[in-house]
């Protein structure tokens, strides 16, 4: 076991598969010689040579583009996009293709690629450097798409990913790449892709979160607690296929529910989760199913930043509301 | 080499042999039979004849939409028949004629036009992707095969193609950039069929030509009569050989025209003179090669007429099977969107089948 | 008042609003000689000269970020994509600049632009021309979407999006494109963007939907009619913003909802409107709001494509099981 | 005309005056007076000590992330300059000198990368689009305004800038393929500073240089010793009168390096050399154009001590100001995403507001 930060575990895992298997190649913008803008690739250049990791020219459509090529071709890319909110020229190729060419040849043709990359906000950045694409990835059939909340998750969930024979969306929240440190097990493990996680169990109120947010949501759990409010909080770890059973579960149990995410409000991920609930325990809610969730705007430069994101207080705030309904 | 001569900006068009059928460089002229020239004809025939069989089946409201690629055979024969057995072919979508040469069916064809996804679905060990309907998204993919040969050590070869309007995408010049910038072992090949849809080549671009393309990449490029079967073969072997022996990528510029229209649901007399397509009639690249072979002696007016209309058989009994296949299986539309099916399309699937069955009771 | 179907009435429109203003330019794939794929354009390069009215390179990108130069510089531009599956390259434009450049310069330079496309599918078409976007654009502030049922509200709110000073996404159901005609005056009027429209008032429950599927629901609705249940159509017209009050109040006379939409079910338009419906009705639901939607499949190609679309029946017994609950 | 001495294929770079401040093409000196440079001079002076100051800022945690432009300023001083009064800028991220030369505030400037929206807010008249991040998408933005100025019927100019990683984006050949297609008077200035943050410009490209891929769309294009404030200065106005005049866009490929860091969150140390950083230095095009100006006699090392400190002080007095303005109006996050503010924005808005109301008493 050693102590690891979100980052530092994702260039450990990066490092274990690339070290297992001959065919899993790293590449993106800066990654190869530099070892990425937040390090995720360090060292592996080094290590495996130019030709498993390496630096691309400033293209993302061709970059997810030729991972597509790549993967047909017998390897396993694992391709870095600087940030989430450089990925949408990529999306062509990520609709089009990553996510149909499975069913377009009716199996013939898979592609085991991941596509990395940081996702959200928080970190006082320039503009574009803070997106949440939850909803946008989620809503393309053929896609799986997971969001880490720890340095343990991101190991066993990036490995899962990477041996995945369908393309996954690793979205990584960079705001706590550094956040804090984990014991991670040197060993191999896997954490399956498509379960959500109990973080806690709890009587009153089911809170489902991811990424980030999560530790908010731990947060405001607290403060909670003291008033004698018991939250099950799930985290969610894959965004697309939801864990539906789980939530749903708890959902029964509690009778009411709240969705806590960074993305905008409308066409949000949590409005999807609010409709799961709806269909799958309707006749067990006690209250409105409920979302806190960004506002409907662009995402404030740095200044204004700190109002767009949701801290443990207006996170508690907005479920103690849903629990004294 | 021929890229010294027929390179981007010389200004000058590989023709082997000329409109008349007669050839005009002798030196140039690849070494292959005269017999293996008429399988090369056949193949032009076949694609000819089974272009024709879809757009007859078209009108009669058999098939769907359908591409036709009449004029471009040996834009798509020639570079098909100069590829080696393990290389890969990654087509745009109007490449009948490099299909069937590299071993994909025509049922497999027909089902694609038919509206079957399995007509994207190859017999094992056809390396060759299916149909890329956006423009310009599959010079990614041959760029990221090539790598990957690369990268494995593999001296397998990928040859891809796009039109004259793709040539206009971000897509096309990110895809030579990074083929560059990696030496991968790929050779594009642009059809200038003239037009996309109803934008003429000039429209497209003010480059006088496609191939100068090629020096934004800084890779070799060569201007080919994408009429004349020698000369695109000629051209394609010479860029995947270079290819192979790890002398990177190479665009060519096929120059030919697209005598017929965009698809079954276009009229091309909206945008283009009946005179244009007049002028390119005699230019078709079967007459041409027809006539070489005829004048060889190995090839006869009745032969050919025997052979069409064999060929126009075979295709309308190949065309029979995919109708008598039917619809898919409905459970095809849900099974293959992941190795595994997931929970919730599992539970769609299985509810709509309740509702079909309580439709039928 | 002449007969109109919705392409007609779109190049009427068109034809309107570049005679009435010299700032209004309309170009895209094959728009000028050829007058679009769909014909939406034609005659117009012959009437206002190839200055107004142009072809363009095959570039999605270029196509909508030339567009917004355009605007910046004192134009209307009406961009026309051929087929929604084609947008996808523009996607970056869209998201990082059509969408924000208000925000982005506090007000400053403002976008009036138009982009429009063919939407939706069940037109027995080759794979990518089927696609239904709702979602992605709803989900991205600072834009407005909006989806035409009848060539005369297609004629109104065509001519309110050119005249908003606003970005407006105009997606056309080409399945309706020549379904039917319809009396559409010769005269200006425009239709306002936010509001949706109750097609039929009914007291049973509200069904809302739009584009090509309003006209199956109104077919749903005779049958349902029969069978004693009195439905509340409302037809949503804009994607974004939503006219929630409509909906509400709408919800909280009849106590049921049902959601009819042809994009994939999962994070699709279905699960915004069932949210709001929880906000805003939640106590006076008597069923869990529904959503009857696509498959979460890659559309099928024609061959399958029945499958996927809901027809008159199938929206029919989804809705009966609702009321019935 | 320059492009036929310089044009993207001719191997030639045009530089007037050489490393060591003196002319070496006389008769391409533009026709400004001594005071003309002196000003122009006193431009990149005032953009480098901004910069510097910026920097200092940054390290003292006052800035945000800053994204210097030491080494670049002739290329951006030399086109401003050049334009003319009415021509529209479109920048990429890095053009502070491009920027203060065409009447943009030193704080807004400022504002931006201290994290304020109203950094994108210029003052009125200002021909200026604000920074775009997504690296290519500006220049799509600058072919629009300058079609827009041609159907107009106006002959205003629009000069865009990118960086040698932004020339590798699709967006790049695109935008250039429609300016030719448009024969749109927008000239493309590439800052071919030789780095995207860590990648090379040898692996960007396979290209020997990027000025070659004006060839892609058929367009003139030039390379420019970008540290030469006299060349950049010719070889843009040269364009731009083209420009006005009817000869549609130009590709210029400003060769020069950037001395600093990408931003205040890279370490250049990782990935080059210092001896590469060592050989640039004494090309920088200030220290040329001051030995210039003091060899002519109009200008010293004492006045330009002076001077530099005067705009050091400067600089900091503009920050002050930044700094005293404080955080945005909340409401300013929710007023500008469309005309009028919707209903379903209002209500978050006002719940938040509330929200925070509530926290406070
Ligand atoms: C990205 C994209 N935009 C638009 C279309 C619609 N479309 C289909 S074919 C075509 C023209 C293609 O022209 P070209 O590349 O010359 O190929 P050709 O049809 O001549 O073989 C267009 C615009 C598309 N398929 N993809
Ligand atoms: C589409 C996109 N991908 C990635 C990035 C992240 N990024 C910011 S600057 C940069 C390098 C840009 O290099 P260049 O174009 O040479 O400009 P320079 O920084 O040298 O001025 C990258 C990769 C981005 N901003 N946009
Ligand atoms: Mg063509
Ligand atoms: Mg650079």
């Known amino acids: 076991m050693a102590l690891m930060n979100l980052i530092t575990a994702i260039n450990h895992t990066l490092d274990l598969a690339m070290a297992q298997d001959e065919s899993v190649v790293v590449f993106g913008e800066d990654v190869g010689l530099e070892g990425g803008v937040f390090r995720a690739t360090v060292g592996l250049q080094e290590k495996y040579g130019q030709q498993r990791c390496f630096d691309t020219p400033l293209a993302e459509s061709a970059i997810v583009g030729s991972a597509i090529g790549m993967a047909v071709n017998g390897l396993r890319p694992v391709a870095e996009i600087q940030f989430s909110g450089f990925v949408y020229p990529a999306f062509n190729q990520i609709i089009s293709h990553v996510a149909r060419m499975r069913n377009r040849t009716r199996g013939q043709r898979t592609l085991p690629l991941v596509i990395r990359m940081p996702h959200g906000g928080g970190i006082r950045a320039l503009e574009h450097h803070s997106e949440s694409l939850d909803t946008f990835f989620g809503h393309i059939p053929g896609l799986k798409v997971v969001v880490p909340s720890t340095p343990y998750d991101a190991k066993g969930l990036l490995l899962a990913a990477i041996r995945d024979d369908d393309p996954v969306m690793f979205l990584e929240p960079s705001k706590i790449y550094r956040a804090f440190r984990q014991e991670v097990p040197e060993e191999d493990y896997t954490i399956p892709i498509g379960k959500a996680k109990v973080l806690k169990p709890g009587t009153d109120l089911t809170v489902v979160s991811w990424g980030a947010y999560i530790h908010e949501v731990l947060k405001a759990e607290q403060i909670l607690q003291e008033e004698g409010i018991d939250l099950e909080i799930i985290d969610l770890r894959t965004i697309s296929p939801i864990d539906r059973d789980t939530i749903i579960e708890s959902v029964q149990k509690t009778g009411r529910f709240v969705v806590v995410h960074e993305a905008a409000r409308s066409f949000g991920p949590g409005a999807e989760l609010i409709t799961l609930v709806n269909e799958g325990a309707f006749l067990h809610l006690e209250a409105p199913p409920t979302r806190l969730a960004g506002f409907d705007i662009t995402i404030p430069l740095p200044r204004g930043e700190h109002h767009y994101f949701l801290d443990a207080q207006r996170i508690a705030n907005g479920i103690r509301q849903v629990a004294h309904f | ?361």
């Open chain 2, 1 to 361: 080499m021929l890229i010294q001569e027929y390179g981007p900006l010389k200004g000058q068009m590989l023709q082997i042999m000329d409109e008349n059928g007669v050839i005009q460089k002798p030196h140039l002229v690849p070494e292959l039979s005269d017999q293996e020239w008429l399988e090369l004809y056949k193949a032009m025939l076949l694609t000819r004849s089974a272009d024709n069989k879809a757009l007859q089946l078209q009108r009669q409201g058999r098939m769907l939409t359908y591409a036709p690629n009449t004029g471009q055979e040996a834009a798509q024969v020639g570079p098909a028949a100069a590829m080696g057995k393990q290389d890969w072919l990654v087509p745009a979508f109007r490449e009948l004629g490099a299909w069937l040469h590299r071993g994909v069916d025509l049922k497999t064809v027909y089902l694609y036009w038919y509206g079957n996804e399995y007509g994207s679905h190859f017999a094992e060990g056809v390396k060759v992707l299916p149909i890329a309907v956006p423009i310009g998204t599959q010079v990614h993919h041959a760029v990221g095969i090539a790598m990957a040969s690369s990268i494995k050590g593999e001296d397998d070869v990928t040859v891809t193609y796009i039109g004259d309007g793709g040539t206009s995408t971000g897509d096309f010049s990110e895809a030579l950039n990074f083929a560059g910038v990696f030496n991968a072992p790929v050779v594009f090949i642009v059809q200038n069929n003239q037009y996309a849809i109803s934008v003429s080549r000039q429209k497209q671009t003010k480059a006088e030509t496609l191939v100068q393309k090629a020096v934004a990449a800084g890779i070799p490029g060569i201007l080919v009569d994408g009429n004349d079967l020698f000369a695109m073969y000629a051209a394609a072997k010479d860029a995947i050989d270079r290819a192979r022996l790890g002398g990177g990528p190479t665009l060519i510029e096929a120059y030919t025209y697209r005598l017929g229209a965009h698809t079954t649901s276009d009229d091309p007399t909206k945008y283009r003179e009946d005179s244009e397509v007049a002028e390119w009639q005699p230019k078709d690249p079967l007459l041409r090669m027809k006539a070489y072979l005829i004048n060889k002696g190995v090839w006869s007016e009745e032969q050919d007429a025997a052979l069409s209309d064999e060929y126009g058989e075979y295709a309308l009994a190949v065309f029979r099977e995919v109708e008598e296949e039917g619809d898919p299986q409905l459970e095809d539309l849900f099974k293959y969107n992941f190795r595994e099916m997931p929970a919730h399309l599992r539970e769609q699937y299985e509810q709509y089948v309740q509702y079909l069955e309580g439709k039928v009771k």
